[in-house]
Every structure is written in structure tokens, then in C-alpha cells.
């Protein structure tokens, strides 16, 4: 299986603030890389796919960028709906695997 | 625009086995990928399984032995049964569509439409 590890599990920042969240894969998955915001009683919400591709209706602060083993989720000007969990998720092989989460909290 | 709903028990004993099933609204089951995810209370998120409109299906391989996922086209759903289930069994259960895209001389996957997750508790 490939493990996904997300760094930091958790992150605090204030409205404004530039913010990334790093991915990890324990191999090579080229650029099938996918994120997802949850908030809390909420499903995930796909933001990025295939690393760098926003989602339609996804907001522009958000973007992803990386390939091969390393990847980033950035959001470029906090908004108070941004604070959640985020999750990695790769597409390359099965069994699919999700990072373990990355909590964003206000500060 | 397509929606999903999970439905099923929220109780299910140990040693008995888990029944859940998603259906499709706003758009047609065919053509696509459909998957179960679950989430642990205060947890990660697991892949389960998907399966093609068609039938064929892929399984995580830790759950493979307990889980079968099927689809009933006509009735635009598609179910989860987990045997044999514990108390580690219990979580949000998630039933989401597998995208498919054509890109740049690849196929790209991704989970766009989720439901919005159903909990089901294992107990006695």
C-alpha cells in the first residue's frame, strides 16, 4: 500500500494568513494526487485533483502543486470558512489512501 | 446536479452483518465509478470499495474478505454489505462517485459528489 503522511497534523493561523499543507506519498504517484476539505459533521469536499486542478466552484485562494512524492496544498489569503480538516488522497494504485488529516485551526 | 443518500441501520450487532446502500438522484448511475468510504469517530478516512456501473468491483484489501459492494441500475443504487462486523466496524459511512477524467494522455480519479455520511454503531 502506499502511505500518504501529511504534514503539520495540525496547524493554527490567523484570517489573512498564507497557509501550506505538505503530502507526502511513500512512492512515486506521478501527479495522482487529490485533496479534500472536511469540516467538522460534514463530508469531504473535493478542492483539488491530479495535484494542481481546482474543482469547479472551488475558490482561487486554494491550489495544489507537486508531483512524484511531494506535494502542496495552499491557501494564499485565509477566510474564516477555511478552517477544517484537510486531506490528501491518492488516485495511483490500489488500495486508495488518504493522508491522515491536517487540522487547521484559527488562531 | 447529482446528489447521493446513504441509507440504512444505525445499529448493527457484532458478528452480524453491516447493510448500507446509496441512491443516486440528479443523474444517471451509469458510466461511472461509485465508492464507500468510512471515517472512525475522531478519525481518518478509509476506502472501502468501488464499484462500476457494469458490475466490476474493486475492494480494499483489508476489508476484501467481509465486504461486497453491488449495484442496482434500475433502481439507480448502489449497496454496501460488511459481514461479520466488531465494534472497530463503527463509523460514518460515506458513499461518493469515483470521476474519471482523460487528461493529458492519462486517466485521472477523484471522489466529486459525497453523500452526506451515515453512522452506524456496532453494539449489542
Known amino acids: 500500500d502506499i502511505q500518504m503522511t501529511q504534514s503539520p497534523s495540525s496547524l493554527s493561523a490567523s484570517v489573512g494568513d498564507r497557509v501550506t499543507i505538505t503530502c507526502r506519498a511513500s512512492q512515486s504517484i506521478s501527479s495522482y494526487l487529490n485533496w479534500y476539505q472536511q469540516k467538522p459533521g460534514k463530508a469531504p469536499k473535493l478542492l483539488i485533483y491530479a495535484a494542481s486542478s481546482l474543482q469547479s466552484g472551488v475558490p482561487s485562494r486554494f491550489s495544489g502543486s507537486g508531483s512524484g512524492t511531494d506535494f502542496t496544498l495552499t491557501i494564499s489569503s485565509l477566510q474564516p470558512e477555511d478552517f477544517a480538516t484537510y486531506y490528501c488522497q491518492q488516485s495511483y494504485s490500489s488500495p486508495i489512501t488518504f493522508g491522515q488529516g491536517t487540522r487547521l485551526e484559527i488562531k | 446536479q447529482v446528489q447521493l443518500q446513504e441509507s440504512g441501520p444505525g445499529l448493527v450487532k457484532p458478528s452480524e452483518t453491516l447493510s448500507l446502500t446509496c441512491t443516486v438522484s440528479?443523474?444517471?448511475?451509469?458510466?461511472?465509478?461509485w465508492s464507500w468510504i468510512r471515517q472512525p469517530p475522531g478519525k481518518g478516512l478509509e476506502w472501502i470499495g468501488y464499484?462500476?456501473?457494469?458490475?466490476?468491483?474493486n475492494y480494499n484489501p483489508s476489508l476484501k474478505s467481509r465486504v461486497t459492494i453491488s449495484v442496482d441500475t434500475s433502481k439507480n443504487q448502489f449497496s454496501l454489505k460488511l459481514s461479520s462486523v466488531t465494534a472497530a466496524d463503527t463509523a460514518v459511512y460515506y458513499c461518493?462517485?469515483?470521476?474519471?477524467?482523460?487528461?493529458?494522455?492519462?486517466?485521472?480519479?477523484?471522489?466529486?459528489?459525497w453523500g452526506k455520511g451515515t453512522t452506524v454503531t456496532v453494539s449489542s
Open positions: 440528479g443523474g444517471s448511475i451509469s458510466s461511472y465509478y
Open positions: 461518493a462517485r469515483r470521476h474519471k477524467l482523460y487528461w493529458a494522455e492519462s486517466y485521472y480519479y477523484y471522489m466529486d459528489v
Open positions: 464499484i462500476y456501473y457494469s458490475g466490476s468491483t
